[in-house]
């Protein structure tokens, strides 16, 4: 559990650290990007990611998870050279996408399922998700700052060597375990579950609504708040540090009172409420740090509850089908969510953006409220 959730980290910090600044970079190439294009920069990971974690996940099923992962983490790896060498818009696009072909987050989330027993799996999820949930905190705060020593570039060349680095770990670290005869069917099982595509809309939502609001904060930040970006981690740190603080708590009082479902859609209408906030008010300093505070404390809830429920809710024997099209939903939400900030920002500037990114949770809102949910208490963590 420990070697997975490192392996998972390794490869996401370069990735999100890239998120507050990769617009910035994006406009700073002798030919300068276009809106579209800095929303494509974003997004065209998530699209790669999309159209492969779904058949990744499945061939995982039947070859097994760490030749799924390893050749994974060599693509991404390759991915990460070629935008770190990319002196035009094109090729930093390229790279993106080259990126995205390593799709390996469904296998090794169905890796650790393998791995774990029954009555301990959503807590080696959290787990999973909790490193996931620091490598994000540090990658965002620490990426204008790192930016500024070794530039976006130099991220980007990091996070291939993060990615490689992980290599070993996975080869040597982590049992490999039986997975039994092949059953077909899965992904057809998966697509006909209605619990299971109701989280997986939500988290092609959720992941939509973050590629938006990180088109239009870093350009917030510099144009209308004249924070230059070395200065961003003042913002991101201590908004993240705070936010995750009681997330754990909260999911562990949700649980044990039966409340995950109430809390749940509590969450989705809090995205709401502050993206309407940094709408109306992202030219005003406290406006933007109480929306983003409270826009991330429900973000992390999300993140952190939706792999829980989807581990629950899916079939032990398609456990990469599920957790690949809960993957590829993730990802493609962030496609999606780039473009359509990129051209919320050509048309409306940040404003339209921040509107933009509290449509996508209020259309959430619709069908969130009637998920089953767990309705019992639960004492396996």
């Known amino acids: 559990m420990a070697v997975l959730a490192l392996v998972y980290a390794l490869r996401m910090v370069g990735m999100f650290m890239v998120l507050p600044v990769l617009a910035l970079h994006a406009r700073d190439f002798s030919v ?6 800095i929303g494509l920069a974003i997004g065209i990971y998530g ?35 070629i935008a770190g060498s990319a002196d035009t818009v094109e ?12 799709a390996v987050s469904a296998a090794v989330s169905a890796w650790l399922a393998d791995a774990t027993r029954a009555e301990v799996r959503t807590t080696a999820m959290a787990i999973l998700g909790a490193g996931m949930g620091v ?43 039986p997975l039994g005869a092949p059953a077909k069917g899965g992904l057809a099982k998966v697509w006909r579950d209605p619990e299971l595509m109701r989280f997986n809309g939500g988290i092609f939502l959720l992941h939509g609504t973050m590629a938006m609001l990180f088109i239009a904060l ?3 930040l510099v144009d209308q708040l004249e924070l230059a970006q070395a200065q961003h981690w003042q913002v991101y740190l201590p908004v993240l540090m705070l936010s995750i603080i009681p997330v754990f708590p909260l999911i562990r009082w949700a649980e044990r009172e039966g409340r995950i479902r109430t809390v749940f859609v509590a969450a989705v209408a809090t995205l709401v409420a502050t993206l309407s906030v940094l709408a109306l008010g992202h030219d005003v300093f406290w406006a933007v740090i109480g929306g983003l505070l409270l826009f991330f404390i429900a973000f992390n809830f999300l993140e952190g509850a ?19 099209v809960y993957a590829s939903s993730q990802f493609l939400g962030g ?24 449509a996508l949770p209020l259309l959430w809102l619709g069908f969130a409220r009637g998920m089953r949910g767990p309705d019992k208490p639960s004492r396996s963590t």
Not at 32 to 37: G, R, S
Not at 138 to 160: E, N, Q, S, Y
Not at 306 to 324: M, N, T
Not at 335 to 358: K, M, Q, R
């Open 335 to 358: 496609f999606v969510g780039g473009v359509l900030g990129g051209f919320a920002l050509g048309w409306g500037g940040a404003a339209a953006v921040f509107a933009g990114a509290a």
């Open 135 to 177: 490598a994000f905190i540090l990658a965002l705060a620490l990426g204008p700052v790192v930016a500024g020593f070794i530039g976006v570039d130099g991220i980007f060349w990091m996070t291939g060597l993060a990615a490689l680095l992980a290599l070993p770990l996975v080869i040597m670290a982590v049992p490999v375990v």
């Open 218 to 220: 870093p350009l917030v």
């Open 47 to 81: 699209l790669a990611q999309a159209a492969l974690q779904m058949p990744l996940g499945w061939l995982s099923d039947r070859i097994g998870r760490r030749p799924v992962v390893v050749i994974g983490l060599l693509v991404f790896a390759f991915g990460s050279f």
């Open 306 to 324: 939706l792999p829980s429920l989807i581990s629950r809710q899916a079939p032990v024997a398609f456990k990469g089908a599920a957790l690949g």
């Open 91 to 102: 090729g930093l696009l390229f790279g993106r996408l080259v990126q995205g072909l390593g």
């Open 32 to 37: 300068p990007a276009t809106a579209l294009q």
